[in-house]
Structure formats: C-alpha cells, structure tokens
C-alpha cells in the first residue's frame, strides 16, 4: 500500500531559525512529489513540485529535496519567518495510480518572532 | 488558488438531508478529484474522473455520487448526509504534472 508519512506533527522554532520538514513514503515508484502550504481554514498552496527525474527544486527561501532510493523528501525553510507559520504538507504521485495524490497528514509549523 | 472554484463555502445540513457541492475549473484540465481533509486523517480521495463523462472510486467513495458532465465542471452529491460526513471537501484539477486545489467548502452534517 502506498503510504506518505509526515514527522513531526508539530514544530515550534525562533524566527530566524534553519528548518527542516519531512516526508517519507513507501513505494519507490514515485512520479512526482508536491509541498504544499495550507493557512487555517484556507485551501492547499502549491510550493514546490519534484519530478522523479530530479534531486531538488528551490524557490525562494524554500528548497525542497527528494531520494527515490531511501524514500524521503525534505523541504528546507531557511531563515524562517512568523509569516511562515501554517501547515505544511506532502504528497506523492506514484506511477499507474491515475494521477491521485497521496497526502502525508502535514506537520503545522509555528514561527515565534 | 485561481483556476477552481469551489460552491458552497460553508454549509449546515441536517442529517439525512441531501446536497450537491460544485466544482468548476477555467483551466482545462482534463483531471478532476474531491477530497475530503479531516483531522488526523488527513486529505482523503472519494472520487476522481480522468475526463469528461468518466469517474471512478477513490479510497473513501461510500455515501456519495459524483456527476462529471462537461470538461470544467465536477460535482460531488451527498444523497441522505450523516455525521460522519462532517468535514472540509476539497476539489482538485491535475495538470501535467502539478495539482490545483480550490479553497474548500466546511460541511458541517448536525
């Protein structure tokens, strides 16, 4: 079964601070995986896309990384902000399953100023 | 989040009541899905359709129908709503490789 994973569920750090959120999943056969962004009571807010065929992609002050071979995905947040506050999801598209979209259960990050 | 809207943004249903959520999308794609986001469960997908007049279960489809008529627009029916239907629905249209998302309708079945 194909499953995404998301720890911590929740982080609290200093404005200012380095931060790292991640994503595992179980099957290899990954097509592409998305972070998204999502604010309290508000949609999903597409971040950053990873084709299978690529190691990274930055925008901005985010940079996210995925290894196909350990199953992981990290999405760096550098010096982070109190705006940067919200929850932070991942999801997977795997080859053959129609184009769906596997969700981890998100980490909910708080910046404190 | 342009390109797909979502109707109703929120709405009260009394259980058994039925109700239809609407999804329609500028961008023309042909992929379209409904999640539903819960709390500690995370976003769930009850049903999909690859085109226009095709749809498919996803993992949590019991309880509802879905009508994909046309190419912009997808719909998801709850027929006789319970309880357990409480929750945030979200629509989705695939691109060629990103997914779009709509802002969401808070259903709240009492």
């Known amino acids: 079964k194909q499953e995404v994973t998301q720890i911590p569920a929740a982080l609290s750090v200093p404005e200012g601070e380095n931060l790292v959120l991640n994503c595992s999943f179980t099957d290899s056969a990954i097509y592409n995986l998305q972070w998204f962004r999502q604010d309290p009571g508000k949609g999903l807010t597409s971040l950053l896309l990873i084709q299978s065929s690529q190691r990274e992609q930055t925008s901005g002050r985010l940079n996210a990384s995925l290894d196909k071979s350990s199953g992981r995905s990290t999405l760096y947040i550098a010096a982070s902000q109190p705006g940067d506050s919200a929850t932070y999801l991942c999801?997977?598209?795997?080859?053959?399953?129609?184009?769906?979209?596997?969700f981890g259960q998100g980490t909910t990050l708080q910046v404190k100023p | 989040n342009a390109g797909v809207t979502q109707t109703p943004k929120f709405q009260v249903l009394k259980t058994g009541q039925s109700m239809t959520l609407q999804c329609a999308q500028d961008?023309?794609?042909?992929?379209m899905y409904w999640y539903r986001q819960d709390p500690g469960m995370g976003l769930r997908l009850i049903y999909y359709?690859?085109?226009?007049?095709?749809?498919d279960k996803g993992e949590v489809p019991n309880g509802y129908n879905v009508s994909r008529l046309n190419k912009r627009e997808f719909s998801l029916r709850l027929e006789s709503a319970a309880p357990s239907q409480t929750s945030v629905y979200f629509c989705?249209?695939?691109?060629?490789?990103?997914?779009?998302f709509g802002q969401g309708t808070r259903l709240t079945v009492v």
């Open positions: 359709s690859a085109s226009e007049g095709t749809t």
């Open positions: 999801a997977g598209r795997f080859s053959g399953n129609t184009g769906k979209l596997i």
């Open positions: 989705a249209l695939r691109g060629n490789t990103e997914a779009f």
């Open positions: 961008m023309n794609h042909n992929s």
